[in-house]
């Protein structure tokens, strides 16, 4: 696998040299847009600590991959960032993560639970949309921005912690 990481420790290009199982280096503290999208053989991915954004497609359409892990030190996830990775289950976000994209999780049809973080700000349009697998989804914070049709086409509940009015 080849890297090309920026000056602002924005990773800008991967390219797969027969790699069975890439990985993001320490260092990195954004992934650029669209930099591992489209079928590539991930199946499990532990963005590392010191990663502050997902950009906008950048693991849109990988199909295989089944388990994200996404650190403390993420703030926002980018529109599409993981639009149709069919094989997705399930997602935890961190508290640090106040911005979801628009379609950031659209056509996920295998995502069947989502915990959204107590500090969420804005979830995007259509950002969970289509994800025919989904039956809940926890909100903590009835102040979130949710956009239009957010959680269209999936099977769920938003349901707010108890204590919240």
């Known amino acids: 696998m080849k890297l090309i990481i920026n000056e ?3 990773l ?3 390219s797969f040299e027969d790699e069975p ?3 993001i280096p320490n260092g990195v503290r954004n992934i650029g847009e669209g930099e591992f999208c489209d079928p590539v053989p991930l199946l499990e991915l532990e963005i590392p600590r010191g ?5 906008d497609g950048a693991f849109a359409r990988c199909d295989r991959l089944a388990k994200v892990t996404i650190p403390d ?6 529109n599409k960032a993981f639009y149709d990775c069919w094989s997705l289950t399930d997602v935890v976000f961190p ?11 659209a056509e996920c049809n295998q995502l069947a639970n989502v915990t959204l ?3 969420l700000e804005h979830i995007g349009e259509r950002a969970f949309a289509w994800c025919e697998s989904l039956t809940g989804a926890i909100m903590f914070n009835r102040e979130t921005h949710v956009g239009s049709k957010a959680f269209y086409g999936c099977n769920c509940a ?3 912690e108890k204590g919240v009015s």
């Open 158 to 160: 938003i349901i707010f």
């Open 21 to 23: 199982s890439p990985s």
């Open 95 to 105: 508290d640090s993560v106040t911005r979801i994209g628009d379609e950031a999780f």
């Open 73 to 78: 030190t993420v703030s926002f996830i980018g």
């Open 8 to 10: 602002n420790g924005v």
């Open 12 to 14: 800008e290009r991967v």
């Open 117 to 119: 973080p107590a500090g």
């Open 51 to 55: 990663v502050t954004g997902i950009g």
